[in-house]
């Protein structure tokens, strides 16, 4: 059998994941990390993966699907239970009830088949789209963002950008092309254009990304 290939999307989500992790274990502290948008994740992949004892691609494909659904409802353990005395509510108060319901409602309108697991589906991807929100929010709130922070928010974005190459890849390879795929990863890579400028002219010199005086 063919192993399947390296993806870098998932390399690039699984980095975000791990380092977002060991921040949190490391400093005991969840200090400056959205739960709302971690919990968006968690909803997002559990939409997105319900098949994973129905339908069987790869070993690789089940393994990563594991690894997202663990490690992400791990990090809401932390961040809810473990370490809740470091957690900041009072920054992390973007309403996520104005992104779970629209995303849900466009996912009935606009949709590949009208069945369970298409409309689950098709609603995990635009909410993936929309979740970082609530930790942009909080960032911008705050005024700043650690370092470990700021790897973690652009390993995400990287993530997308990955995204974005795989379809334009696979339109001119294999002639396939997703719209809903497209729209969404487009829609999630332009909420992280500020975040990149900031990372690649403040975080890469070794200082600490400020953003009051960007809003």
């Known amino acids: 059998m063919v192993p399947p290939p390296v993806d870098k999307r998932d390399f690039s989500h699984l980095a975000a994941i791990i380092i977002l992790l060991l921040k949190i274990w490391t400093t005991r502290s969840c200090a400056g990390v959205s739960g709302k948008s ?3 994740y968690d909803l997002v992949f559990i939409c997105r993966y319900l098949d994973l004892f129905l339908h069987y691609v790869s070993i690789y494909n089940t393994i990563m699907k ?8 791990v990090t809401l353990y932390f961040i809810y239970f473990k370490f809740k005395t470091t957690y900041d509510r009072n920054h992390d108060s973007f309403r996520i009830e104005l992104l779970i319901l629209p995303t849900l409602a466009l996912a009935f309108v606009w949709n590949h088949d009208f069945s369970v697991f298409e409309i689950l589906w098709t609603f995990s991807i635009y909410l993936e789209s929309v979740a970082i929100l609530p930790q942009l ?10 370092t470990i922070t700021s790897h973690y928010l652009f390993a995400l974005g990287i993530y997308r950008f990955f995204y974005i190459l795989n379809w334009i890849y696979r339109y001119y390879m ?19 254009c500020d975040f990149f400028y900031l990372y690649i002219t403040k975080v890469l010199r070794g200082r600490k990304m400020r953003l009051r005086e960007n809003i």
């Open 38 to 40: 971690v919990l968006l």
């Open 66 to 73: 594991v690894i997202y659904l663990v490690s992400t409802t």
């Open 137 to 146: 929010y909080m960032v911008s709130k705050t005024g700043e963002a650690e």
């Open 174 to 192: 294999e002639d396939y092309l997703d719209w809903i795929s497209i729209v969404s990863g487009v829609i999630q890579t332009v909420l992280y």
